[in-house]
């Protein structure tokens, strides 16, 4: 029977434990220590019906530290996380401040139990903070201390909605929000997302995605065209290899890899 896990951790008082959590649960699909028996549960049932969904989470693990080398490669030393959940091995603010000690991260998320965490583990790292708000309150975001305090807007910024838009429902406007970020960040800045579809094994996706609606978090599959209109809206330009399965993106080019089920892409703000 697994256990869980024996780690130092943040005081939780106060928060609901009961309900499975989309950021522990993709900690699970991680491999990380950060969740919980009933996270596990119905990651368990997700991965039962879609049982790539831990190779997906490492595939789009692996997206997001190629946004943030390719960024830093680039010039961009600062980084906005929308969602980011559970900041655990190898995430955004190791990978920048181990290659630039100046990097700085912003992490934004919703969910308590995320932000509890992240707190935690940030609490001795210079250059990355942890804000808790709704991605979709772009304003309350982009004036949060923990944001405005560490990044500089008038220059470029690497935005990452990673695995995110996802959980915002269609009557929450997903393009808008993105068109509202993108008037916030300055020319040259990076848009990176990547989302979960059904293109790839559609009734296995499905069902998986139906587990998810036992959690707090739903998950909302989509087209990966609807990725180009979000980006066209928001009058971003997408970059090579544009919009294609996490597993094969790669810059400027594409690689064989096993489907994934998550798309992704990379914009610029000209």
Do not use: K
Request: net charge negative; charged share 25%; hydrophobic share 45%.
């Amino acid at each position: 029977m697994a256990r869980e896990p024996v780690l130092p951790t943040p005081d939780l008082d106060g928060i609901d434990l009961d309900r499975p959590n989309a950021a522990r649960m993709y900690d699970y699909y991680l491999g990380g220590a950060h969740n919980f028996a009933v996270d596990r549960a119905l990651a368990d049932e997700a991965i039962r019906a879609y049982p790539s969904l831990p190779a997906a989470a490492q595939a789009n693990r692996s997206f997001l530290r190629r946004i943030v080398h390719l960024s830093l490669a680039r010039g961009i030393t600062q980084f906005l996380d929308l969602g980011s959940g559970i900041p655990t091995v190898g995430n955004v603010h190791e990978i920048a401040l181990r290659r630039d000690p100046g990097a700085r991260v912003a992490y934004v998320d919703h969910e308590a139990v995320a932000v509890a965490h992240s707190r935690h583990l940030l609490r001795d790292v210079v250059g990355a903070t942890v804000t808790h708000a709704d991605l979709r309150q772009v304003d309350e975001v982009c004036g949060a201390p923990g944001v405005r305090e560490v990044l500089d807007l008038s220059r470029p910024v690497a935005l990452l909605a990673i695995a995110v838009l996802h959980f915002v429902r269609d009557e929450d406007g997903p393009a808008e929000l993105l068109r509202e970020y993108r008037r916030r960040l300055a020319p040259g800045s990076l848009i990176a997302l990547s989302h979960s579809t059904d293109v790839h094994l559609p009734d296995s996706a499905r069902q998986a995605a139906r587990a998810y609606r036992a959690s707090a978090n739903p998950i909302h599959l989509r087209h990966p065209d609807e990725l180009r209109h979000w980006l066209a809206h928001a009058g971003t330009e997408l970059l090579p290899p544009e919009v294609v399965d996490v597993a094969r993106w790669r810059e400027g080019r594409t690689e064989e890899a096993e489907p994934s089920g998550l798309y992704a892409c990379l914009a610029r703000v000209p």
